[in-house]
């Protein structure tokens, strides 16, 4: 399993950024995905994770501003986010694992190297 992100970037606050984590080594329609993140000096935060249906969920600190999704045909996850604010700073990793083992453990295994975004005021 190999996860590549990209489109990270420095902003000015307000602005916008569209993550990009390409996939590959395992069937990726059939995994659970999601983003992490983690600034220096805090906790890793799971930012939003989507299934395999595309059912999602997200976390309150982005709720309204970032929006994941995915697309099977590209085996692409993508994390929209709009109306970023400084506290959004952080190196954001794209995660995956097998929805049934995820539903389960309520982990994911496979990380990808990260992208940093840096929002300034």
């Known amino acids: 399993v190999y996860l590549v992100e990209s489109g990270g970037g420095s902003v000015q606050e307000g602005g916008s950024l569209r993550l990009s984590c390409v996939g590959s080594?395992?069937?990726?329609?059939?995994?659970?995905m999601g983003w992490f993140r983690q600034a220096p000096g805090k906790e890793r935060e799971n930012v939003v994770n989507i299934d395999a249906d595309g059912k999602n969920n997200t976390a309150d600190s982005v709720k309204g501003r970032f929006t994941i999704s995915r697309d099977n045909a590209k085996n692409t996850l993508y994390l929209q986010m709009d109306g970023l604010k400084p506290e959004d700073s952080a190196m954001y990793y794209c995660v995956t694992e097998r929805c049934s083992w995820y539903r389960q453990h309520r982990e994911y295994n496979y990380w990808g190297q990260g992208t940093q975004v840096t929002v300034s005021s």
């Open positions: 080594g395992y069937t990726f329609k059939n995994y659970c």
